[in-house]
């Protein structure tokens, strides 16, 4: 019997909705440590150095994943894909809850982090399947910010929560509400909107089922033929690397020493930006799909960005009103970033889209993982002996320096955006296929 519509919106968004509780709960798992560094460090025995190491477990096994994850998008399909990160991840909460040394505490941020690791690429596979290509942007960009709502959960609820409850029992209740979301994922996702009796937004001839799907060398060999893909991977890094490495590490020290804020002060104006950045998700997407077009709006966010930091991070005497101003609008541009998944996916033909999308993933958080320590390095590098309270303090000179970094890859990004050839907000349906209409 054949299928005569596309399913309604709301079927597709409660599909998409259970793969976005879990790309929400590998953010708060992502940040929660933060809000428990004395629990922690007092029950494993542990210094600072120690608590960063067990906590970067989670992005190493992350990042790791972000190309097999592509792969298995494309040959599993997004429910098993999901279902299977989930599993995992609620094994690994429930391990770092129980954890009683600090080698299988390690474990479970290693398995916590490669079950979540599939769920943001899960979720643009949903995108691809179950909405039509006009939407993907605004999905994709609805899809950082369900993440960011929960780095936000995981910073003054937890807070909140830490003053009733242990560590360990809200790490075990995370576990209970992750195996909840597994659970509905296998119940209520499906792959294809066929598979609920509905016509499939995918052209007829490029379901998984009707093509020869790559193994992950082919898979990495085939998406780099088209050129788009080696532009488009540099330039995520920039955009994230820049947001998360001045407000998941250097810019509170940065707001308190040379802008004379408290540290709650400056890491208000941090956690600012991060909500900035998670409006400007769905914002981009939106405008993306509704002019059609992704490179235009991307280089405007990319170049934007790019000048709001220059004014941040090189003009240290800002007015107060002045420096929130470019902190909002860096971030809420940082959101142009969320295209770069459209357009990646919309570059190759769609049984790649998988791969793609975890390639670029892995390129977004390649930015923090390079920056984060490189800007570090240079600080040292800069440093004049000056200390307070036991605690380094760099100066203005060092700061600038290390940012430099950050600022030299935004223009590389925008300079690498002039080069890609737009794809007009339409899916690549075939291998042969050299440019959508327009």
């Not at 490669?114 to 290509?133: D, E, I, M, R």
């Not at 409850?165 to 075990?172: H, L």
């Amino acid at each position: 019997m054949m299928t005569q519509s596309t399913p309604p919106l709301r079927i597709a968004w409660l599909v998409w909705s259970l793969g976005a509780l879990l790309y929400l709960m590998g953010f708060f798992q992502r940040v929660a440590p933060a809000v428990m560094t004395d629990e922690l460090m007092r029950t494993f025995s542990i210094n600072a150095a120690g608590l960063g190491s067990l906590s970067a477990l989670y992005f190493y096994s992350y990042v790791a994943m972000q190309i097999p994850t592509g792969i298995l998008a494309d040959r599993w399909g997004p429910r098993r894909l999901l279902a299977a990160g989930a599993l995992v991840a609620a094994l690994g909460t429930a391990l770092f809850a129980l954890a009683g040394s600090l080698f299988w505490a390690g474990m479970g941020r290693l398995l916590i982090g490669g079950g979540v690791a599939v769920a943001f690429v899960g979720l643009l596979k949903v995108a691809t399947n179950w909405f039509p290509t006009r939407l993907f942007a605004l999905v994709s960009g609805l899809a950082l910010f369900s993440g960011i709502v929960g780095a936000v959960f995981a910073d003054p609820p937890l807070r909140l929560m830490m003053a009733w409850y242990s560590w360990r029992a809200i790490i075990a209740g995370s576990a209970v509400v992750t195996l909840a979301i597994c659970i509905g994922i296998w119940v209520f996702v499906r792959d294809t909107p066929s598979e609920k009796g509905y016509a499939d937004f995918v052209q007829p001839g490029t379901t998984q089922q009707e093509v020869n799907q790559p193994g992950i060398l082919g898979g990495l060999v085939a998406i780099f033929r088209y050129t788009n893909t080696w532009l488009i991977c540099f330039i995520p890094g920039a955009v994230v690397g820049a947001v998360l490495t001045f407000s998941g590490l250097w810019g509170v020290p940065y707001l308190a020493t040379h802008h004379n804020l408290s540290t709650a002060g400056a890491s208000a104006l941090a956690t600012t930006l991060m909500v900035a950045w998670a409006v400007g998700g769905p914002a981009f997407g939106w405008f993306s799909d509704r002019v059609g077009r992704l490179k235009t709006p991307y280089l405007w966010g990319c170049t934007i960005a790019l000048a709001a930091w220059g004014g941040i991070l090189l003009l240290p005497d800002l007015p107060m009103p002045v420096l929130i101003t470019l902190l909002v609008i860096a971030g809420f541009c940082s959101g142009c970033m969320i295209i770069g998944f459209a357009f990646a996916k919309e570059s190759v033909p769609v049984h790649l889209a998988g791969t793609v999308s975890g390639l670029v993933n892995m390129c977004t958080m390649a930015g923090p993982m390079i920056l984060q320590p490189a800007v570090g390095w240079i600080l040292d590098q800069k440093w004049q002996g000056q200390m307070e309270n036991g605690i380094r303090v760099y100066p203005l000179e060092a700061y600038q320096a290390g940012f430099a970094l950050m600022l030299a890859w935004l223009v590389l990004a925008c300079v690498l955006l002039v080069f890609t050839r737009e794809t007009n907000c339409c899916q690549m349906a075939y291998p042969d296929q050299q440019a959508c209409p327009s």
